[in-house]
């Protein structure tokens, strides 16, 4: 079973920048693509980012394009969301899912993971 845990959140200013962690507990990352979703209070969970497989295709939000980058690191079987120019609307749970892939058209669906973190918390607040 594929655990996924997730970690580098907490309290930044705006502005501010922070790194997420997906660490994927399987014997190789290179057969999953890997998502980061949000999900704020009151508010559906959204689709962030996400890295594809061996050639890592990514794909972003419009919300956070030109900001935030997603990154793989198979040697530590762990995927990054590299955060910058953090914004208040940017404060959500943010969760890591892994799937078969990060398909340019409905990369943002949750449907396409099959398995998820726990989430971990980013505020973005002075």
């Known amino acids: 079973h594929l655990q996924l845990v997730e970690s580098g959140g907490g309290l930044v200013q705006p502005g501010g920048s922070l790194r997420l962690s997906c660490t994927v507990s399987i014997f190789t990352l290179d057969y999953y693509a890997v998502a980061w979703f949000r999900q704020a209070p009151g508010k559906e969970r959204e689709g962030v980012s996400c890295v594809g497989r061996q050639i890592g295709r990514t794909n972003y939000a419009d919300s956070v394009k030109g900001r935030f980058t997603i990154s793989r690191d198979s040697a530590k079987n762990t995927v990054y969301l590299q955060m910058n120019s953090l914004k208040p609307e940017d404060t959500a749970v943010y969760y890591c899912?892994?799937?078969?892939?990060?398909?340019?058209?409905?990369?943002?669906?949750?449907?396409?993971?099959?398995?998820w973190g726990q989430g971990t918390q980013v505020t973005v607040s002075s």
């Open positions: 899912a892994a799937g078969p892939y990060c398909s340019d058209y409905v990369w943002s669906g949750e449907n396409e993971y099959d398995y």
